[in-house]
C-alpha cells in the first residue's frame, strides 16, 4: 500500500491487549479536540465529531483519552461521535489528575479521587466497563500502592476491564504488577527522546503494550535526521517518526493526536511506511539529552 491510497491503521499490524483487546498499532489520541490550553470545548465542535468519526472509518481501534482533558470534553466528544460504538473499538481514559484552569494540571490520585473519576468516565463514554483504565501519573502526596490498590478493587467491580499506567518509571510498574496485572505503559516516547527505551524494552519482555506521546519528542521542529529520511521516502516527518516507532517494538502503538482530518489521515498513512534498516537505524543513533517525564 503506497501513502498515496486511502490510509488505514490496520497496516500497521496488531498488537493484543491484555490477551483479549487485538487493536491496529496505530491509535487516536483525543487530546487536541479540545479547547485551546487541552480547556474546555473546541472551537469547531462538528469538525471534532468527523475527526474522531474518520480515525475509525480509516481503521483506527484504539482511542486514547483522559477525564482532564477538557476537563470532561474529550470524553463526551468521543461518546457523541461512536456511541453506539462499532465493534472493536477500544476507548482507553485514565484518572488522576484535575484541571483548575488552561494549561494547569494538579494531581490527585487518591483512592476516592480515582473512584469518583472513573464514574465519571463512565457516564460520559457512556459505558458499563472501561476496557483500559489508566493511572494518568503516580501522586507523590499519595501513597502508588494506594492509587494502583483502588483501581484493582475497581476492576474487582467489574467497573474497569484492564489497568494500565501512564507516566511512570521500570519501579513503578513493577510494583503496580505485584498488586494487578498491568496491560499497558504511556509514557514520553520518539525517536529523539529515548528516556523510556528500558522501559520500551520491559514491556516488550512481558508483552504489555507501550502507548508512546509526542512521537517527535515535543520538539519545535523536526530533528534534521528525521527530515532527511522523510524527504528521501517522499514523507512527512511526523509520518518517518510514527514508523520509526512501529518498527522499533512489536508492541508499541503510536497514538498521535489532532483535531484535522487532514493531518488525521497523514498520521494513519505513516501505518504502511516501512523504514529500511539504514533508516532505521541513522534515526535511532539520535541521541538528545534525556527529558524528564512530565509530572
Known sequence: MSLEQRPSAAAAGTFTIGGDLTVNRLGY?????TGPGIWGPPADKEAA?????HAVELGVNIIDTADSYGPNVSEELISEAL????????????GGWERPGPGQWTHNASPTHLAKALEGSLK????????VYQLHAPDNAVSF???????????EQGKIRHVALSNVTREHIERARRIVPIVSVQNRYSFADRESDFIVDYCEENNIAFFPWAPLGQAKEAHEAVKAVAAEMGATPLQVALAWLLKRSRVIVPIPGTSSIKHLEENVAAAALKLSEAAYEKLSAVNHPPASLRG
Not at 465529531?49 to 468519526?53: D, F, G, M
Not at 460520559?124 to 476496557?131: K, P
Request: proline share 5%; aromatic share 4%; glycine share 8%.
Open 83 to 94: 456511541y453506539p460504538y462499532p465493534s472493536g473499538v477500544v476507548v482507553a481514559t485514565k
Open 29 to 33: 489520541g483525543a487530546m487536541r479536540i
Open 145 to 155: 500502592e494506594a492509587s494502583v490498590g483502588a483501581l484493582a478493587k475497581l476492576r
Open 124 to 131: 460520559r463514554l457512556r459505558l458499563d466497563r472501561i476496557d
Open 49 to 53: 465529531l468527523a475527526t474522531v468519526r
